[in-house]
């Protein structure tokens, strides 16, 4: 099985490029006809033609929703294989690096062109799919309303309603068909290993805010369509008797409304003031999605919800395997407390473990929290630390504060409990491709920046890959948090050489005018104590974990039709013989719903299971690693006048200027920078991003290329 799981290895290169670009190719005409499918819906041609052939569709063993799950479920689920197998060609090509990067031929597209507002920073290319989304909205709503009201008048006189009772109540039905099409995007961002996502250049945590926004329009839509029904039902005098209404082969009114109140409840915890001041309350209340998809699925039926259910069930999936990994301990191998408050967590890992800079690790200590997850940036670079996992946690929220308190009191900890989801991150990075890389931080949004200068340290250290020129600016409140600069570089593993490394680093101390010489807090290292249970972190599905998910979902998905078809032929159609009027709809729907959740847990089980032998063979492999003398106590930027341990920390501290007492100009710096290609990544707050976005997408400066790294888990 392994050897099938790696087949690409013999394959030269440009074949796999040639690969790809089909594969992506098929992936666009399987999108573009998916949203053709979206924009003829609310159309008579769809519903008087196309909707005929679905309706009238009788098989015996996949009833009314075969047709449905041919034309909506697997034309999705079959991009998400062909996006498995395009990420593993991708991965084999990052494994043979070429001398060069490619240029990335959007990089105009991703300029942005909105800074300031509620949709936050947008890049053109955002916008393009956001104005053709809204256009597609729009265009459903009205095309559903005037299809909805043609010959109302001769129905309202038949029911002997009241005209605009009438038209009250096909607006509600149309709105929430509107509202379905939001829902069918929904999950697609919350996946957070979406092999989806990537096709298109995205990553999970940078499309939170599309969930976002696809969240808010879905509940708009139903929450207006519940009202109308409700003022319709009040008109009609008929309220108490609809509400309780759980019809045995129709819609589910009372399912509806347990489906909007859970909606309810997730979507006025969203809101900024709610949703910073009361995190925990958001997380945990965003576990009623459950109750909202459920219900939902009962109160339209399993027939109709094939529509908006394929990114629910890969979110399913990627759920399913993320509780698979968090049931392991982790082995946490050491500590580095700074004096600013912050903590870098470092765990073991096995080599077959590789991720790409400014990937993210949610973490899991059950000293400080049994349930909470938090996410952090990865500093650590699976080049350069091939058994090491590391993040930094700055100490701004009860849970890392609680952390911080606990690593520095003077009370000794020898072990900590630790699991682990992820690390979660971009595919591929396009650093090699620019002439210079400019990194504008402020506070601990240096985080990103340090896997990044790491990824560029081994291209040129070890591979002898000429990198662009590096300028990182970073914004810091006091001089304490000077000692983040000791993290960007490992203290582990073989020596550096750092020649042929252009890095200039500039740090900001805004609140201070000159360095701090009294209580001056030295770096405090810890080391853990292994115990017999914890293992190094490795990937859930092994090295080739892209075609391992490819064969989850396409296997889950055959399963889950064979369980389906042999419900369907031997129970439910010698009941109701596929006229939808004698079996229960709710009890359909179920049924269904759980062989789906049956279907996944076997095959992603399955898989985990065949990779765990080979995970544990490169764990018994890795060593343990050796307290002090493998860590030492690296030469703090704090204090300047420490003696240096080594010629890589001696060669960063002279390309370091310290500055006190000001902000960076940050205009006149990017103006300033030569070549025809400069990126710019910004990380830390709003304000700071905002400004640089602003700076970028002015048009003073055409060789400024944008990119926004904000974490809103």
């Not at 690409?8 to 499918?37: D, E, K, T, W």
């Not at 690593?407 to 650093?431: R, W």
Request: with cysteine; hydrophobic share 45%.
């Amino acid at each position: 099985m392994s050897q099938v799981l790696s087949f690409s290895g013999a394959i030269p290169s440009f074949q796999m490029n040639a690969v790809r670009a089909a594969i992506r190719l098929l992936a666009l005409m399987i999108f573009l006809g998916i949203l053709v499918l979206f924009v003829m819906m609310p159309t008579n041609t769809y519903k008087k033609k196309w909707f005929e052939v679905v309706a009238t569709t009788d098989s015996t063993y996949f009833g009314r929703q075969g047709a449905t799950i041919l034309i909506y479920t697997f034309p999705v689920l079959f991009s998400a294989v062909l996006g498995c197998a395009y990420l593993h060609l991708g991965k084999k090509l990052n494994n043979n690096i070429s001398k060069s990067s490619p240029k990335d031929r959007l990089a105009v597209l991703k300029r942005p062109v909105l800074v300031k507002g509620p949709l936050g920073i947008v890049s053109m290319i955002e916008m393009l799919f956001l104005v053709m989304f809204i256009a597609l909205l729009v265009w459903s709503i009205y095309t559903y309303l005037r299809t909805g009201f043609q010959g109302i008048e001769d129905k309202a006189a038949k029911k002997g309603e009241k005209l605009w009772v009438s038209k009250l109540g096909a607006a509600a039905l149309r709105l929430a068909l509107t509202g379905n099409i939001a829902l069918a995007f929904l999950f697609f961002p919350v996946a957070r290993g979406s092999s989806i996502l990537p096709l298109i250049g995205l990553t999970s945590e940078a499309s939170i805010k599309y969930h976002i926004w696809l969240g808010h329009t879905c509940l708009t839509l139903f929450t207006t369509h519940g009202v109308c029904f409700i003022i319709r039902w009040i008109a009609k005098d008929s309220i108490w008797k609809q509400i309780r209404e759980w019809d045995r082969t129709g819609v589910s009114i009372l399912a509806g409304e347990i489906s909007l109140l859970g909606g309810l409840v997730m979507w006025v915890t969203t809101f900024p003031r709610i949703r910073r001041k009361k995190f925990e309350l958001f997380f945990y209340t965003h576990y009623l999605y459950i109750i909202f998809m459920l219900f939902f699925i009962l109160h339209v039926g399993i027939t109709y919800a094939f529509i908006s259910l394929p990114s629910f069930y890969l979110f399913l999936v990627d759920r399913y395997l993320r509780f698979l990994q968090s049931q392991r301990r982790v082995r946490l191998i050491s500590a580095r407390v700074l004096p600013c408050e912050t903590v870098e967590l470092n765990f073991s890992k096995t080599p077959g473990l590789q991720y790409s800079p400014m990937s993210i690790l949610f973490v899991n200590l059950p000293s400080v929290s049994k349930l909470q997850w938090h996410p952090f940036t990865v500093t650590s670079n699976s080049n350069l630390e091939q058994d090491k996992l590391s993040v930094t946690i700055k100490g701004d929220g009860s849970w890392s504060k609680k952390l911080y308190q606990m690593l520095s009191s003077s009370s000794s900890v020898d072990h900590l409990e630790a699991s682990i989801e992820g690390p979660y991150g971009p595919v591929s990075t396009n650093f090699l491709g620019h002439d210079t890389l400019v990194m504008v931080s402020g506070g601990s949004g240096i985080t990103p920046f340090i896997s990044v200068i790491r990824e560029l340290i081994f291209s040129s250290s070890v591979l002898k890959i000429k990198t662009p020129k590096i300028l990182l600016i970073s914004s810091f409140k006091s001089s304490s948090d000077l000692t983040m600069l000791d993290l960007i570089l490992p203290i582990s593993g073989g020596p550096l050489d750092l020649s042929g490394l252009r890095l200039q680093v500039e740090a900001y101390v805004t609140r201070e005018k000159e360095p701090a010489t009294e209580n001056v807090k030295p770096l405090q290292a810890l080391w853990f104590k292994p115990k017999a249970t914890d293992a190094p972190a490795s990937a859930i599905l092994g090295p080739n974990s892209w075609l391992w998910l490819g064969a989850v979902i396409s296997s889950s998905f055959v399963i889950f039709l064979v369980l389906m078809g042999l419900l369907t032929r031997y129970y439910i159609y010698p009941i109701d013989h596929n006229t939808g009027l004698d079996y229960p709809t709710s009890a359909q729907a179920a049924f269904n719903i759980l062989l789906m959740c049956v279907s996944i847990a076997i095959t992603a089980s399955g898989a985990v299971l065949w990779n765990k032998k080979q995970n544990t063979m490169e764990a018994r492999q890795v060593q343990n690693m050796e307290g002090s003398s493998a860590y030492g106590s690296p030469a703090s930027f704090y204090n300047s006048d420490k003696e240096l341990e080594s010629l890589p920390r001696q060669s960063l501290i002279q390309s370091t200027k310290v500055l006190y007492g000001k902000r960076p100009d940050l205009k006149r710096i990017l103006f300033d920078c030569k070549g025809k290609n400069v990126g710019v990544l910004a990380s830390g707050p709003k304000k700071m991003r905002h400004e640089v976005a602003t700076i970028c997408s002015s048009g003073l400066a055409d060789n400024l290329h944008f990119e926004s790294i904000s974490f809103s888990w």
